[in-house]
């Protein structure tokens, strides 16, 4: 069997993004290469968010790429990264049809959307509630729906923006069993976070954000055990830095 050509490395050169009239995003730069979760980590307003819009393309630069090893993050025209929110976006639809409408904006036929579709929801546990009202389940089951629509895309990389901090400890514990799990499948996670429990528990890499800089790029142990910054320094031991 041949290898499936893979869309990383992804490497992100001197970005920059600007919003009323400030730098929001200031020359970051770095590369993701394949499997593994990175975390980004950093205060409230350092730019996590913004930095994951930009490499999902959901944000333009104003300057810097972020490329990809196949073109746009495409395989056979293809998008194979797809982001999952704070705050899961559903249509007012059933869970099952949430996760059909996303398959069919892909570009999946009949067959394969509900193949796909039946086995995302077995596998994340969703299988009775597939016909209630996405808008209407719990955060935890909208969160968990939402990390089965973006898996049955088939990413190579998955970005999660805070996924589980509206979430209780319950539901929390949930959806990092689930990233885990999907790590170990080889699957490219790159996630932001202000929570440095969690970070602990998942990251293999850290990039420490402040004020729209990467501040530090480390292995996870290293980061948590010896930051190289006073600024990583002072937001392990829990002082604000903004
Ligand atoms: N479209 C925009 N226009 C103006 N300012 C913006 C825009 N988007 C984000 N910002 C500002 O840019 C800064 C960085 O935002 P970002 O959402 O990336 O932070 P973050 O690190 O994800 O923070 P948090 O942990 O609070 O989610 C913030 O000060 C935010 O208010």
Known sequence: MRDT????????????????????????????????????????????????????????????????????????????????????????????????????????????????????LERFGLGVLADRPARLMSGGEQQRLAIARAWALRPQVLFLDEPTSQLDPGATRQIEEMLAALRGEGMTLVMATHDMGQARRLADRVLFLHRGRLVEDAEAHAFFTGPDSPEARAFIAGDIVW
């Not at 730069?29 to 980590?41: H, K, N, P, S």
């Not at 959901?58 to 746009?72: D, F, H, I, K, R």
């Not at 059909?100 to 959307?113: D, F, I, Q, S, Y």
């Open 5 to 120: 050509p893979s869309i990383l490395p992804l490497t992100v050169t001197d970005l920059v993004f600007e919003a009323g009239g400030r730098r929001l995003v200031d020359r970051i730069g770095f590369t993701v290469a394949r499997g593994g979760l990175t975390v980004l980590i950093g205060p409230n307003g350092s730019g996590k968010s913004l930095t994951l819009r930009l490499c999902h393309g959901l944000l333009t630069p104003a300057a810097g790429t972020v490329s990809w090893a196949a073109e746009l993050g495409t395989i056979a025209g293809v998008k194979r990264h797809a982001m999952v929110f704070q705050k899961p976006v559903m249509l007012r639809r059933s869970a099952r049809a949430n996760i059909l409408h996303a398959l069919a904006a892909a570009g999946l036929g009949r067959g394969e959307r509900a193949e796909r579709c039946a086995e995302a």
